[in-house]
């Protein structure tokens, strides 16, 4: 388990941070490189944490001759545990807000501006709904074994991990303000996202014939 903690989390970070710089605001470093090493103001984005986590679960797997697939669902399977930290710390931090001009529950109040709670909004989503729908198919594999195979909690984890944060994202949330909106109303979020789920709910049918 520390080997493996190790794969994940130091590479994690690098590419997650990578990704962010890539996709979401790579003008700003390109005039500010010094800004590169300010670990303080890091933002990351989900989508080169989504790839670097899967090669690194299968670098992992070739190492100690383990299966790749079975790997992958054992760690997805307490993946929502960890996003809910993740979205109390951006409610904390007050990050990811949505503008609203209403006094929601928990509400956000920012120079005198309400914001609505986005934030824990994809924590009840990505925590509990997601772990709940999770642990029902992984108690089932044992008993379903005809049907639920080594690698389809993983592939369940990201559809609907992408379901419900597409859902937020476009309802609950503002884009990122260095950004805007792409076209009409998709985020680059929102736009990295749609092959994501699309190509793995592919994943899931053809793999399950």
């Known amino acids: 388990m520390d080997d493996l903690l190790l794969y994940v989390f130091i590479w994690v970070i690098l590419w997650w941070r990578l990704w962010y710089i ?16 300010k670990t303080w ?14 090669l690194a679960m299968y670098f992992f797997s070739k190492k100690h001759k383990i299966w790749f697939l079975k790997l992958a ?3 997805c399977y307490t993946l929502p545990i960890w996003i809910w930290l993740w979205r109390i710390w951006n409610y904390i931090n007050k990050e990811l807000l ?14 005198s501006v309400w914001y ?5 909004l994809e924590a009840f989503l990505e925590w509990i709904i997601l772990f709940l729908i999770l642990n029902y198919f992984y108690r089932k594999k044992k ?18 991990y992408a379901i419900f944060r597409l859902f937020v994202e476009i309802f609950f949330r503002m884009p990122d303000s260095q950004i805007g909106y792409i076209f009409w109303f998709l985020t680059m979020w929102e736009i990295l996202s749609i092959p994501m789920l699309l190509v793995w709910i592919y994943y899931y049918v053809k793999l399950n014939k």
């Open 22 to 37: 890539l996709f979401y605001d790579l003008s700003y470093y390109l005039a500010n490189p010094i800004d590169l090493v």
């Open 41 to 54: 103001e890091w933002w990351m984005s989900f989508h080169g944490w989504v790839i670097w986590v899967v």
């Open 73 to 75: 669902d054992e760690i």
């Open 98 to 111: 949505w503008f609203s001009p209403y006094d929601w529950p928990l509400a956000v109040y920012i120079n």
């Open 116 to 120: 609505f709670p986005s934030p824990l």
């Open 143 to 160: 008993e379903w074994k005809w049907w639920l195979k080594d690698w389809q909690i993983w592939a369940l984890f990201l559809i609907f």
